[in-house]
Antibody
């Protein structure tokens, strides 16, 4: 069965950096686009970043553009997100999620991890 | 940037039909998806591409999308359907966009 397991969250000071990982299993990881989506405490979902199946196309929300990068290692079935210049407003649970359709971006995100909590605080 | 607007809350009696709306400019020209998130859990895709139910999603969940509004309909609502529901669409500029979420209360 499909499993997505995030790790790397923690407490970091404003201006600091953190690297999140998402280990995938149970599906052809190298064939699907992958996303990071976050949810601030008590708030709604916010899409953060996307990487295409082979890593050539990457998109970011305006709120993180220039500070966050997304990458993947298809040989290790792992998705990453490097977060730099962190701000207090980046505090959230970060979910990795899989595209439902390997050939379109319209079908939604059909599997989600359990999330990893990032807290930015001094 | 593209925005999707949902009502903050909807209430429904058990066994009745719940309707949750999502509005956005020319949303009917895009595909809408819907997610269910129960307290303390990760989101679950319940409707894909306006009206397609992923495997394992009960038939009482259905969707439609026309004009500026997408709609999630839950027929014969059960207590287990109480959750937050989010619509989502893809826009060429903003890319993946989520609505603010609707808290469905079954009472």
């Amino acid at each position: 069965q499909v499993q997505l397991v995030e790790s790397g969250g923690g407490v970091v000071q404003p201006g600091g950096s953190l690297r999140l990982s998402c280990a995938a299993s149970g599906f052809a990881f190298s064939s699907f686009g992958m996303h990071w989506v976050r949810q601030a405490p008590g708030k709604g979902l916010e899409w953060v970043a996307f990487i295409q199946y082979e890593g050539s196309k990457k998109y970011f929300a305006d709120s993180v553009k220039g500070r966050f990068t997304i990458s993947r290692d298809n040989s290790k079935n792992t998705l990453y997100m490097q977060m730099n210049s962190l701000r207090t407003e980046d505090t959230a649970i970060y979910f990795c999620a899989k595209d439902r359709d390997s050939s379109s971006w319209y079908a939604g995100l059909d599997y989600w991890g359990q999330g990893t909590l990032v807290t930015v605080s001094s | 940037s593209y925005e999707l607007t949902q009502p903050p809350s909807v209430s429904v009696s058990p066994g009745q039909t719940a309707t949750i709306t999502c509005s956005g400019d020319k949303l009917g020209y895009k595909y809408a998806c819907w997610y269910q998130q129960k307290a303390g859990q990760s989101p679950v895709l319940v409707i894909s591409q306006d009206n397609r139910r992923p495997s394992g999603i009960p038939e009482r969940f259905s969707g439609s999308n026309s004009g500026n509004t997408a709609t999630l309909t839950i027929s014969a609502t059960q207590a287990m359907d109480e959750a937050d529901y989010y619509c989502q669409a893809w826009d060429s500029n903003t890319h993946w966009v989520f609505g603010g979420g609707t808290k469905l209360t079954v009472l």
